[in-house]
């Protein structure tokens, strides 16, 4: 066996780094809690305010506009109607509105963290690694300083669900900025782009189909965690499963696995031909 | 440099050099060996010691192979490629030592550049990218679509002002590629093998409508080609390019009459054979003995002068 005097524990002052930091960094943590709270509440409120109807309205609307199929546009409707028929409505909107956030908070640090990476070879250097291991370590992992900086509820969940979402979002913006032509940068330059109106006017656009498609990934990924995300009580359908499978209630499982499963239809569906409408036309 | 000419020089380029190589380069470029010995440890000499002088009005045409220096040259007057050395003056202004605004200001309302690759936004239709310039320049969208018409209507495009890029032909694409450089009005246009990836007669179209072009806005053309014939179709002076250096600068006809070296001869020798291979009048359509050298000189070890004796 390992010798024993060799034995040596980083687990402790891991344990007092969290500590100190949520006695050190008490009141800034909980009004970050706070403020994520407030705008998940109204999120939720506004899902749970729409009639289902609407929603259906809505997404079937959406569909149309995006696919002009007329098959595309009846599926996500019919999906999104099977929730309601499971008595999984409400459950499926906490969820929603929990990957909504989710996904506005990894957009807005992801985006611009991916832009630091296509201009720097150093931020890319630094950022790289982090995110490989952000996505190598098992999810479950998050669960644990998220549930001691934010306690139990939904705004711990969310925070693990960001830490799990962000890196697809980071790794396509710079991938996608990386991979705009050299000839079409080297034409606005001569013709007196500034850094930014080359971010405005060439880069960003041309990176945007790349972007979405992280955008894309990075909501699937959300919509994923939430559901373990619920073993710290972010509620939703992955609290459903959690309850289903705690009593071996195989069906009452399915039904909510179901939902999720809709909800990552619908979504992708949507998020992906809303990417298709950036691509620059072809003949 | 301050002479009495100096008014009607646009440009002038004195001991120009640039060196690519992943160290500063800090020698002293007049002598040879470290020259030598800065090749010898992985750096590429891409322009060595070239000067040059166009009159406002004038179309100078830089003919040069591939890998002579010739696009890298071009890139230089413009900053796109940082010079190692040397000056460059326009309309009295030395471009090397403009800080990042001055720079800005002077690539917006000086210089414009038509690409080979023509460069367009693919995500932008035809009018937008020709008013690109103007609204960098922070032009209103109104004045700016309506010069961005009168270019387009210019270069011949009408009725195309809301197709994108991808939806047109190449010589099509470059037509917008010069309608968004006139539209910028600058004095100075560099042009870099703007033809050369056009197929022979579209390219002869092009050329046509540049020389239309030129006789109705007199613009003062820096004109970058691998092509002799296009360098004396268009060219008020000229100079031949090869590794880095000039190796003879004159009008077409100085250079045709008495090419400097054998470099230049072997170029000469196979564009007479071309003119005189059909009567004096220029070839107007790919003959036969265009086609021919075409064919001979992708292959790069036969010599030009063969293609042009077998024409004979």
Redesign the interface.
């Known amino acids: 066996m390992f010798p024993e005097q060799l034995h040596y524990n980083v687990a402790p002052f891991i344990d007092r780094f969290v500590k100190w930091l949520v006695s050190a960094w008490g009141p800034f943590f909980d009004g970050l809690s706070n403020l994520v709270l407030q705008m998940l509440l109204h999120i939720e409120h506004f899902l749970k305010w729409l009639p289902w109807w609407a929603w259906i309205l809505i997404v079937t609307l959406l569909a149309w506009r995006l696919t002009h199929n007329w098959l595309k546009t009846i599926l996500p409707g019919v999906l999104i109607f099977t929730i309601g028929m499971f008595g999984l409505w409400e459950v499926a909107m906490e969820t929603l509105g929990i990957v909504i956030i989710a996904v506005l908070i990894s957009l807005v640090v992801g985006i611009p963290v991916g832009i630091a990476m296509s201009s720097s070879e150093r931020v890319n250097a630094v950022i790289t690694p982090i995110l490989d291991a952000m996505q190598t370590m098992p999810s479950l992992v998050y669960l644990i300083p998220a549930l001691m900086l934010f306690g139990l509820g939904k705004v711990p969940g969310v925070f693990a669900t960001v830490i799990y979402a962000l890196p697809p979002v980071v790794r396509l913006t710079n991938l996608g900025i990386r991979q705009v032509s050299r000839?079409?940068q080297?034409?606005?330059?001569?013709?007196?782009?500034?850094r930014w109106?080359m971010m405005k006017?060439?880069r960003f656009?041309?990176a945007m189909p790349t972007i979405m498609a992280g955008i894309n990934q990075t909501t699937m990924l959300a919509l994923s965690m939430v559901v373990i995300a619920s073993m710290i009580g972010a509620g939703g359908l992955g609290e459903e499963v959690l309850k289903a499978t705690n009593r071996v209630a195989v069906g009452k499982g399915f039904e909510a696995g179901w939902a999720i499963v809709v909800l990552a239809i619908v979504i992708d569906r949507i998020s992906q031909a809303a990417a298709k409408s950036w691509e620059?036309?072809?003949? | 440099m301050t002479d009495a000419n100096c008014s009607d020089t646009l440009v002038e380029i004195n001991g120009l050099w640039k060196v690519f190589t992943d160290r500063p380069v800090d020698f002293d470029l007049q002598y040879e060996d470290a020259m030598e010995n800065l090749e010898d440890n992985g750096a590429v000499v891409a322009v060595r010691d070239v000067s040059f002088q166009v009159k406002r009005g004038e179309v100078f045409v830089i003919m040069g192979l591939s890998g002579s220096g010739k696009s890298t040259l071009i890139r230089c007057i413009?900053r796109?490629v940082e010079p190692t050395q040397g000056e460059i003056i326009v309309k009295g202004q030395n471009v090397l030592e403009m800080d990042e605004q001055q720079l800005?200001?002077?690539?917006?309302?000086e210089?414009?550049?038509v690409?080979q690759?023509?460069?367009?936004?693919?995500?932008r239709n035809v009018i937008e990218n020709v008013a690109?310039?103007l609204?960098?320049?922070g032009v209103s969208e109104r004045e700016r679509n309506e010069r961005a018409r009168t270019a387009i209507a210019r270069v011949g495009l009408e009725g195309w002002e809301n197709h994108?890029p991808?939806?047109l032909s190449g010589g099509m694409r470059q037509r917008v590629g010069i309608a968004?450089a006139l539209v910028?009005e600058t004095d100075l246009l560099?042009m870099d093998e703007p033809f050369s990836g056009l197929d022979p007669l579209i390219r002869r179209e092009m050329q046509d409508t540049l020389i239309r072009l030129q006789k109705e806005v007199n613009k003062t053309i820096v004109f970058v080609t691998h092509d002799l014939g296009e360098a004396i179709r268009l060219g008020d002076r000229m100079a031949v390019m090869r590794q880095g250096q000039f190796v003879q600068q004159g009008t077409p006809e100085e250079i045709m009459n008495n090419p400097a070296d054998e470099y230049v001869e072997r170029f000469v020798a196979d564009e007479r054979a071309l003119l005189s291979g059909k009567g004096r009048q220029p070839v107007y359509f790919p003959s036969k003995s265009r086609l021919t050298k075409k064919a001979k000189s992708t292959s790069p070890s036969a010599p030009l002068a063969a293609a042009g004796a077998e024409v004979k």
């Open positions: 000839e079409v080297e034409a606005a330059l001569v013709f007196g782009a500034s109106q006017e060439v656009p041309l620059p036309p072809q003949n | 413009s796109l800005l200001e002077f690539r917006r309302y210089t414009a550049m690409f690759h023509y460069g367009l936004l693919p995500h690109f310039g609204k960098l320049r994108y991808s939806q968004r910028q560099l």
